[in-house]
């Protein structure tokens, strides 16, 4: 049973640099073909991919927030994270991380979703 759990400050300033964490359980992300995502849902909006790390290291990101989005991993922890640089109130949202395995597009594990809101 993989459990995914996301943590972070639950409010960041604009222009600041927004960092969130999720920690997995019941599974490796090393394990071989997985890979992690992050999604987020701004209020009244759909889902948006963000970007995803593999299993081996490499990292995908949305063409919309690709040069603002950072993901990265603790093998040693489990966990992978995610920063978005240059935030704005457009970014507030429900983030979520996810599992995915090969040759999938669907995620068949998430964390329970984190708010984080952009303001002053």
């Known amino acids: 049973q993989v459990q995914l759990q996301e943590s972070g400050p639950g409010l960041v300033k604009p222009s600041q640099t927004l960092s969130l964490t999720c920690t997995v359980s019941?599974?490796?992300?090393?394990?071989?073909?997985?890979?992690w995502s992050w999604i987020r849902q701004p209020p009244g909006k759909g889902l948006e991919w963000i970007g995803n790390i593999l299993y081996f290291g490499s990292t995908n990101y949305s063409p919309s927030l690709k040069s603002r989005t950072s993901i990265s991993r603790d093998t040693s922890k489990n966990q992978f994270t995610l920063q978005l640089s240059s935030v704005t109130p457009e970014d507030t949202a429900v983030y979520y991380c996810?599992?995915?395995?090969?040759?999938?597009?669907?995620?068949?594990?998430w964390g329970q979703g984190t708010q984080v809101d952009v303001s002053s």
């Open positions: 996810t599992r995915s395995r090969q040759f999938s597009d669907y995620a068949d594990y």
């Open positions: 019941g599974g490796s992300i090393t394990t071989a073909y997985d890979y």
